[in-house]
């Protein structure tokens, strides 16, 4: 099948329309055996480290210390990199004629992921081995299909050979969840989705409505986006939802927290602190009407709840507090680089362009330079709350290759263990808690750090990982390089290292028996009423 690649995009500039979309399809069918391969070398190195598992109760454990190097080498995270050992190792040792499907590009990695989810619940080899041979067998001959009419096809042969294993959908209430991701940053937004019970969701609703509602007629936006706002109203505990009519009058205007009550770190060059709100984001994007002529002036009774010339915003007020940040001393603030304002950056979200975040300091939103550090170690093991917040800022993220785990959340490493490494921006980065674990407590680990922030990872297969500090690479105006410092060697561990490594109240392995437990046990109550003779 493969003897003769397909052509590539230059050879087929004056190939008919059949030619281009055969073209299509023979490179598909190259990604799928390629993908099939890099699965293929996953699951041996999992085998390699996962064979005599001896730290199976570690809050690290085995698998996470192989998913690491996994990470590393395809730069993912974590999660992902767990879901690819696990799909790596179905389809080798669970559905190997599925995975020889995959090898020769019958079909797609995500159809073969698919059929490992909706096999997962099977344990029974004689029945996993009668289920590849089905599946293998017609999975070819399916044609192209949806997710769902897939997992019907699925569910079919599921259901005769183990029907204690169909992953129902009848249980929709325990596979609720409310879920916060998916950054659009074009349009300066963050997707939410979620599941919730048909009760909390109508009082959601409810409550989003009334409190858009809430504000004054001249408010300058849409009944969808003030239900939008009212959301972070009340992640904000308000209780209402601030009017932006722009009338200090008006009843409604009062403060509603989304600028004030929660501190949320933003990182902005000082041109973005200094922007001035944008009133057309706001509305339906028409140009607003010339204010009208003056009206007579409202009786006490009217003035909140009709207030003049919505077009015109008020203007910015900054002052100078805790919860907003921008990297560089007041003192000698460096010139704006020609072209648009740079947006800032939501620490652990996405970007946040100048006019919305000159909006929220005109709502209350306050700044404070953000200062370097001192050229000078610290002489203690925790860093001081100055150097602290420098670091997190830099840093943004968990400095593992592939992680993004957001920096406000992580622990702060001593690159070099201390006290033989100095407490210094120079020795100091960002670690969520599994990847600070596994540096301390897996060997074969290694990592250097430079001036700049930079670190160099070697993993236990010997290979080498640079990753730069997330300030580097989205706010290059800032020189974030410090002095360099001279570190000790640190001592060995002591054999008696391990004994602090957090423990699992369940192994891996235990939790997934449970969970397999438990999802046959309502199948096979499921399965018993089905095939209960009529009471007649």
């Not at 504000?215 to 308000?238: F, I």
């Not at 009774?301 to 001393?329: G, I, K, L, Q, R």
């Not at 570190?487 to 699992?504: E, F, I, Y």
């Amino acid at each position: 099948m493969f003897d003769t690649p397909p052509p590539s995009a230059t050879a087929l500039v004056d190939a008919d329309d059949a030619a281009v979309a055969a073209a299509i399809e023979g490179w598909a069918r190259l990604t799928a055996a390629a993908d099939a391969q890099r699965l293929g070398a996953i699951a041996e190195l999992a085998d390699r480290r996962l064979r005599e598992a001896e730290h199976q109760d570690w809050a690290c454990d085995d698998w996470d210390a192989a998913a690491a190097e996994v990470a590393a080498a395809l730069n993912v995270s974590h999660g992902r990199a767990l879901r690819q050992i696990d799909l790596a190792l179905a389809l080798r040792d669970r559905l190997p004629a599925v995975g020889a499907m995959l090898r020769a590009g019958a079909i797609t990695t995500h159809t073969a992921a698919v059929i490992v989810d909706r096999t997962a619940l099977v344990e029974d080899s004689e029945a996993l081995q009668r289920l590849d041979a089905a599946i293998s067998e017609r999975a070819a001959n399916w044609g192209p299909l949806s997710d769902y009419k897939l997992k019907q096809a699925l569910d079919v042969w599921i259901d005769r050979i183990d029907p204690g294993a169909l992953r129902r959908t009848r249980d929709n209430v325990r596979s609720r969840d409310f879920v916060v991701g998916g950054r659009n940053d074009d349009a300066a937004t963050t997707e939410v989705w979620g599941r919730l019970q048909p009760t909390d969701a109508l009082r959601l609703q409810q409550r989003l409505t009334a409190m858009a509602r809430g504000v004054c007629p001249d408010d300058p936006r849409t009944l969808a986006q003030r239900r939008a706002d009212a959301v972070g109203a009340l992640a904000a505990n308000s209780e209402h939802l601030k009017c932006l009519c722009g009338n200090p009058a008006c009843s409604a205007a009062t403060d509603d927290g989304r600028a004030t009550g929660v501190v949320i770190h933003v990182l902005a060059e000082t041109a973005a602190t200094r922007s001035a709100p944008d009133p057309l984001i706001h509305g339906d994007g028409r140009i607003p009407e010339p204010p009208a002529p003056a009206r007579p002036a409202a009786s006490p009774d009217t003035a909140a709840a009709s207030c003049p010339n919505p077009a015109a915003p008020p203007s910015p007020t900054p002052v100078a507090a805790p919860d907003t940040a921008a990297p560089h001393d007041t003192a000698a603030p460096p010139s704006p680089a020609p072209g648009p304002t740079p947006p800032a950056l939501l620490i652990g979200g996405g970007h946040l362009p100048a006019p919305l975040l000159a909006e929220l300091i005109q709502q209350g939103a306050q700044v404070k330079p953000v200062t370097a550090p001192n050229p000078n170690p610290e002489n203690r093991y925790r860093p001081s709350a100055a150097l602290d917040t420098w670091i997190r800022l830099r840093d943004l993220t968990c400095r593992y290759p592939g992680c993004d785990q957001p920096a406000v959340t992580a622990d702060i490493d001593h690159t070099t263990p201390y006290p033989a490494g100095l407490t210094h921006p120079a020795n100091l980065s960002c670690r969520c808690r599994k990847h600070h674990l596994l540096k301390t407590f897996w060997d074969g680990w290694t990592d250097i750090q430079a001036p700049d922030g930079s670190i160099t990872f070697t993993t236990p297969s010997g290979r080498r990982y640079v990753t730069k500090p997330g300030a580097a690479l989205l706010l290059p105006a800032w020189d974030i390089t410090t002095t360099p410092v001279a570190n000790g060697r640190p001592p060995d561990h002591g054999p008696g290292r391990a004994l602090m490594m957090p423990k699992r109240r369940r192994t891996r392995a235990q939790s997934r028996a449970a969970y397999i437990k438990a999802e046959r046990a309502h199948n096979d109550a499921y399965v018993a009423e089905r095939n209960e003779p009529p009471p007649f």
